[in-house]
């Protein structure tokens, strides 16, 4: 099988990159662990950020949940989500790191990133993160205004690169953006581990380690 993969695609956030929200709330933020879970399952929720992910202002979005929420006790911690945004980007994921620069040493693959990512702070990954410039090419979502899982932002990456995904694998921490690509025809990995990921690159053929 490895003589047919050719070419590597890359999320980025939680696969190569370590950001979280935990790093700016953490337990000792709010004042109960009830009004944790209230804030990110009812005002700052990932389909939320994931629309800012899409091209959509972080400064709108910021000051509309403002308005929809006026309880002062939400008013800091809807600012705090894009106004401290910049600590929750904390640093590189190394074991992931690792294994992309031994793969990008052995000059095999190409290699390309695919990631839902707001275009106002992707210029701050780019400064900070020498291996974001590895790439043979990037997919940022805000840059294109869609996003992952939605089938366009995946042929978007097919016709402006010419990857055929036959002979691409797709690695992703979203088990739903993997069942996305796979169902248009893209090998996926789920990733969990840097372990796990040689592992699965393994049962592909891509072995080396």
Same mark, same amino acid.
């Given at each position: 099988m490895s &003589?047919?993969? %050719?070419?590597i695609v890359w999320d980025l956030g &939680? =696969?190569?990159v370590d950001w979280s929200p935990t790093y700016v709330y953490d337990q000792a933020y709010f004042e109960n662990e009830a009004d944790r879970e209230y804030f990110f399952t009812h005002i700052c929720t990932q389909d939320w950020n994931e629309q800012q992910d899409a091209g959509y202002s972080l400064q709108k979005?910021?000051?509309e949940k403002l308005v929809e929420f006026p309880d002062p006790k939400w008013q800091q911690p809807i600012? %705090?989500?894009?106004g401290r945004w910049i600590e929750m980007l904390r640093g590189p994921l190394p074991d992931t790191v690792a294994i992309f620069q031994e793969l990008k040493q052995r000059q095999q693959f190409k290699f390309f990133a695919l990631t839902n990512w707001s275009a106002e702070n992707f210029h701050i990954a780019l400064a900070?993160? %020498?291996f974001l410039h590895w790439f043979d090419g990037r997919l =940022?979502? &805000?840059?294109? &205004?869609t996003r992952k899982p939605f089938p366009e932002f995946?042929?978007?990456l097919f016709s402006r690169f010419q990857v055929n995904p036959s002979s691409a694998v797709f690695i992703d921490d979203n088990l739903r953006n993997v069942k996305a690509g796979e169902a248009l025809g893209l090998r996926g990995i789920h990733f969990q581990s840097a372990s796990q990921l040689k592992a699965e690159l393994k049962q592909l053929g891509i072995t080396g380690y």
């Amino acid at each position: 099988m490895s &003589g047919q993969i %050719d070419t590597i695609v890359w999320d980025l956030g &939680g =696969v190569l990159v370590d950001w979280s929200p935990t790093y700016v709330y953490d337990q000792a933020y709010f004042e109960n662990e009830a009004d944790r879970e209230y804030f990110f399952t009812h005002i700052c929720t990932q389909d939320w950020n994931e629309q800012q992910d899409a091209g959509y202002s972080l400064q709108k979005a910021t000051q509309e949940k403002l308005v929809e929420f006026p309880d002062p006790k939400w008013q800091q911690p809807i600012r %705090d989500f894009y106004g401290r945004w910049i600590e929750m980007l904390r640093g590189p994921l190394p074991d992931t790191v690792a294994i992309f620069q031994e793969l990008k040493q052995r000059q095999q693959f190409k290699f390309f990133a695919l990631t839902n990512w707001s275009a106002e702070n992707f210029h701050i990954a780019l400064a900070r993160f %020498d291996f974001l410039h590895w790439f043979d090419g990037r997919l =940022v979502s &805000g840059e294109e &205004g869609t996003r992952k899982p939605f089938p366009e932002f995946y042929q978007l990456l097919f016709s402006r690169f010419q990857v055929n995904p036959s002979s691409a694998v797709f690695i992703d921490d979203n088990l739903r953006n993997v069942k996305a690509g796979e169902a248009l025809g893209l090998r996926g990995i789920h990733f969990q581990s840097a372990s796990q990921l040689k592992a699965e690159l393994k049962q592909l053929g891509i072995t080396g380690y």
